[in-house]
């Protein structure tokens, strides 16, 4: 099989050109199969400047008419998938609202509307259907957006698990903000709001497949508001990511690549949960690469480091913030982490599906 060499925000990625493969669960995990189908089928098709980006939402500025000024908008677009419906401090709806809200909110825009689109299987029971709609609503109101549009299709029993939703999210940016990844600099302090794999552990734990019973729940929460604080506090906060598919360490890789730095992390600094930590050494997983929705990394400038940590701990999504690295200039579009016994060693974007289905 030939490949061809084809740069994504500054990540070389050897991309197969054959078009007899066939997707796999890795093509969804966020991590290298992921950026490699939107290298060979996704960006060919379909670039743009602002889908070129590849931030969390894309960033457009309309044209002012009149002499009227008009915003900047984030929009947004996720789909969810995740098995099973209902999982330890979350469900699908619950998921699906804040997953757009704080995709939306990680460009520094206020969240405003959300549309969504239900796939239902036929046989699935209308109570637990209504469940979803009303944890959609109450994420909503938690954020303070409005549900504006939707749509429902209806599939054969089979054909679709039950449930799946896609939702679109728009919000306005305020001038002098200007958030992306590609903005990353030397000397820059790494900020993580709290302990990572809560989600993809509870998710793991509700199939039944940890075999033991821990209290964990997941973390999906919306953020729009802790952030609205940290850009009350700052004018130097230089990239927002939550760390979802793919988790920590995917997107920090993400973050290095389009900002072309290197992103070094202190390792006995990154928070884990003790049940996290027992149920990924028992399953033979990383916790940098498992999935998060409720969190965020800040990459901020040193010298309003501290006061954004003091901000983000009197909230209640940023109690547990703690820095975490630090940015520097080389060697470029790397992950480096400082082990707890000296050493250095890389720390690579995932490479296939750690844990399907999980949003």
């Known amino acids: 099989m030939t490949e061809e060499t084809i740069s994504y925000t500054g990540l070389l990625c050897p991309v197969p050109l054959s078009h007899n493969d066939r997707i796999v669960l890795g093509h969804g995990s966020g991590g290298r199969l992921s950026h490699n189908l939107i290298n060979k089928i996704f960006l060919p098709h379909l670039d743009n400047p602002i889908l070129h980006a590849a931030n969390d939402a894309g960033v457009m500025q309309l044209s002012d008419q009149e002499g009227i000024s008009i915003p900047r908008l984030a929009i947004s677009t996720d789909s969810h998938v995740v098995s099973p419906l209902f999982f330890p401090g979350g469900d699908i709806g619950k998921l699906s609202v804040c997953g757009t809200v704080n995709d939306v909110a990680m460009m520094g825009a206020t969240p405003l509307f959300i549309t969504a689109g239900f796939i239902l299987e036929e046989g699935l029971e209308i109570s637990i259907l209504e469940q979803v709609v009303q944890s959609m609503q109450n994420a909503a109101q938690e954020a303070g957006v409005l549900v504006v549009a939707g749509d429902t299709k209806v599939v054969q029993r089979g054909k679709a698990d039950g449930l799946y939703i896609t939702t679109a999210g728009i919000g306005t940016i305020s001038p002098g903000i200007h958030i992306g ?38 973390d999906v929460s919306p953020l729009n508001h802790l952030i609205k604080n940290m850009l009350l506090s700052s004018k130097h906060i230089h990239v927002l990511r939550d760390p979802t598919r793919g988790g920590l360490a995917t997107s920090l890789n993400e973050i290095a690549q389009q900002s072309k730095v290197c992103i070094e992390l202190e390792e006995s600094k990154i928070p884990v949960k003790p049940e996290v930590s027992a149920a990924c050494e028992m399953l033979g997983f990383d916790p940098l690469y498992v999935a998060n929705e409720g969190k965020l990394i800040a990459i901020v400038a040193p010298q309003d480091a501290e006061k954004i940590l003091d901000v983000m701990h009197s909230t209640q999504y940023g109690e547990d913030a703690i820095v975490i690295g630090r940015v520097k200039a080389v060697p470029q579009s790397r992950v480096l982490m400082r082990t707890m016994i000296g050493s250095t060693r890389v720390v690579d974007m995932l490479s296939g599906e750690l844990l399907p289905r999980i949003c």
Not at 183 to 197: E, F, K, N, R, Y
Not at 202 to 211: C, D, K, P, S, T
């Open 181 to 218: 990844g590609e903005i990353a600099q030397p000397d820059d302090i790494v900020i993580l709001s709290g302990t990572i794999g809560d989600h993809g552990i509870a998710v793991l734990q509700a199939r039944g497949e940890l075999g033991f019973q821990t209290d964990l729940k997941s």
